[in-house]
């Protein structure tokens, strides 16, 4: 059993070199376009003994407490421990939660450690415990359902039994005082009595859609949710105890990730695109919003128009969002709700015709994107780790690959064609036009700190270094690079001509980590600059967009 003590400091590398940038004139102070939240993509949620309600994120890493009577939330499990996409009791009081892309079962002991449970079991979901701590888990896409011996310690004491397997891929589950487990098919759109000792299974209700969560209430009804269509079901037991069909009680904003009958006998849903937790009552279907989010993970993005309105292409934790510049409104162009391109973006770029995108964290790719058709035109497989992206106006892409210290160009009509440009780049991260002609670029190498202009033909030319990890950069409309300093948490303009430097603003809300991306960048910040030259970053630390106007 691995022991790890909690690390309550963000895990950032700062990086000092030889250039100090000036002062400057004062720093403005930063607006808000899009309002942040006080979580981070929750996945699974419920309520303690304490009657607070937790949630685990996987992208935050984080297990967070809620007090629902104020929304007031708190960290409980920091980052990187805390990658939760379940999370549960034993039947003392301790927390254990699901870290399902390290494969593990992790717990928080009394004296503040993280122990691991169980490892090496890839997509570890949903778990939960009998009221005598007998420990139950399943792997979503292995489609298998285990219990898992522990020890008074929560240590792993012999040899995990298969209780289920091929069984529809059991998700977020709840096993009841009398040992029946009730839980969600998500292949078949079914909920089910599953006997823990057998694993035989009894459906209850179907046709409910991509149904991924079931939790009970005191009466004994079956609460479930369906990711897709964000529909709340009841199925309930008749007087002669058969189930009853189930019955819709309230449609929410989909995706739905995870559900919690409170003490009160509200129902608490997950919604992890936003980074927001929905309050329901039974009684009436009627929802309100207790924690209150637009975003999940904002990364790189750069401007473009939509509708009509200069807009914002935002990567993010849930493929990308368009953003509107003057009103904050955030859209969708795509089903967010689906599995497939993309999971998750980390670096965005346009053309009229084109998105590009980046994602380091489900699967590392790179995508093209019809803008008309919603449709992925091409898929680039092989770049380990592309967190910056430009587009050029013929539809080809220009990645950083961070993993591999190069600039590669693509091509779109042939996927198999990659130019590098330039090797031997430092974690090489936000990345620029430097001229209309489109024949060199800009390059924030972060692990130097440096700002590098890179020719086609491979000529480079330094233009500032010591930067404390400098991330996302984008050329101004007065010919300077505006920089997140994410090291210093800074806006910085730095003049290509002479690399003198200016601070632009401080304290800005970035340096979030995400699970299974690059050290010590993990999800790179995006800056981008409006016709007007108003100038917006996304904040990863709190889910917002700030702006800062002339």
């Given at each position: 059993?691995?022991n790890q ?15 100090t940038?000036?002062?400057g004139?004062a720093t403005?102070?930063l607006?808000?376009?899009v ?5 981070h ?17 996987v992208?935050?890493?984080t297990?967070f ?6 929304a007031?939330?708190?960290v409980?499990?920091?980052?990187p ?7 549960a ?6 927390l254990?939660w699901?870290?399902?892309v390290a494969?593990?079962i ?6 503040g450690?993280?122990t691991?449970?169980v490892?090496d079991y890839?997509l570890i ?9 007998r ?20 240590a ?16 977020s589950?709840?096993i009841t ?8 098919l ?6 089910a ?10 459906v ?18 079956v ?7 964000g ?28 559900l ?17 937790i ?10 309100t ?8 993970a ?9 509708d ?10 849930y493929?990308?969002r ?11 162009t795509?089903?967010i ?45 092989d ?5 910056g ?17 190069t ?9 198999k064609?990659?130019?590098?440009i330039?090797t ?16 060199a ?35 101004m ?5 505006a ?5 210093k948490?800074r806006?910085?303009?730095?003049d290509?001509?002479?690399g ?10 970035v340096g ?15 800056v ?15 889910n917002?967009i700030?702006?800062l106007?002339?």
């Amino acid at each position: 059993m691995n022991n790890q003590r909690l690390a309550f400091t963000l895990l950032l590398a700062t990086f000092i070199g030889a250039c100090t940038p000036g002062n400057g004139p004062a720093t403005a102070q930063l607006k808000t376009l899009v309002p942040g939240s006080a979580l981070h993509s929750p996945n699974g949620i419920t309520f303690g003994p304490d009657g607070h309600l937790y949630a685990g994120s996987v992208s935050a890493q984080t297990v967070f407490r809620i007090d629902v009577s104020n929304a007031a939330v708190e960290v409980v499990v920091p980052e990187p421990f805390g990658e939760a996409d379940d999370v549960a009791f034993a039947p003392d009081g301790r927390l254990v939660w699901t870290a399902l892309v390290a494969g593990e079962i992790r717990a928080l002991q009394t004296d503040g450690t993280v122990t691991t449970v169980v490892s090496d079991y890839p997509l570890i979901n949903p778990v939960y415990f009998t009221t005598d701590g007998r420990l139950f888990a399943a792997q979503i896409g292995f489609d298998r359902l285990y219990e898992f011996p522990v020890d008074k310690g929560l240590a792993l004491n012999g040899e995990p039994r298969l209780v289920a397997s091929k069984i529809g891929n059991l998700n977020s589950f709840e096993i009841t005082d009398d040992n029946t487990l009730y839980g969600p098919l998500v292949n078949n759109g079914e909920v089910a009595q599953i006997n823990i000792e057998t694993g035989e299974v009894t459906v209850i209700g179907g046709g409910l859609g991509t149904v991924v969560a079931v939790n009970l209430d005191a009466a004994g009804n079956v609460w479930a949710i369906d990711w897709v269509s964000g529909d709340l079901w009841r199925i309930a037991k008749g007087d002669d105890t058969r189930w009853q069909s189930p019955e819709r009680i309230a449609t929410l904003t989909p995706p739905l990730d995870n559900l919690a009958v409170g003490p009160d006998g509200m129902i608490y849903i997950s919604r992890p695109a936003h980074s927001a937790i929905e309050r329901v009552d039974p009684a009436t279907g009627k929802n309100t919003t207790l924690i209150e989010g637009y975003l999940a993970a904002p990364g790189g993005m750069t401007l473009t128009t939509h509708d009509g309105h200069e807009s914002l292409l935002v990567a993010d934790g849930y493929g990308y969002r368009i953003v509107d510049t003057q009103s904050g409104a955030v859209t969708s162009t795509f089903d967010i709700t689906g599995f497939g391109f993309p999971a998750a973006s980390v670096a965005a770029a346009a053309n009229d015709d084109y998105f590009a995108l980046t994602d380091v964290v489900v699967r590392p790719s790179v995508y093209l994107v019809d803008r008309k058709t919603g449709k992925t035109i091409v898929k680039w497989r092989d770049i380990k780790s592309a967190l910056g992206i430009v587009l050029s106006t013929d539809g080809n892409p220009l990645v950083t690959d961070y993993a591999s210290g190069t600039l590669v160009q693509l091509d779109r009509t042939d996927r198999k064609l990659r130019n590098v440009i330039a090797t031997d780049l430092a974690g090489p991260v936000g990345l620029t036009w430097a001229n209309d002609e489109q024949d060199a670029v800009y390059v924030a190498e972060s692990l130097t700190g440096s700002i590098t202009r890179i020719e086609f033909n491979g000529q480079r030319t330094p233009i500032v270094s010591g930067l404390a990890q400098p991330e996302g950069i984008t050329l101004m409309s007065d010919g300077r690079i505006a920089v997140v300093e994410v090291g210093k948490q800074r806006l910085l303009a730095v003049d290509p001509a002479n690399g003198a430097v200016e601070v632009l603003a401080t304290e800005l809300p970035v340096g979030h980590a995400a699970a299974n991306a690059a050290a010590p960048i993990h999800l790179p910040s995006g800056v981008a600059q409006g016709v007007d030259g108003t100038l917006y970053i996304s904040g990863d630390l709190d889910n917002s967009i700030r702006v800062l106007r002339n």
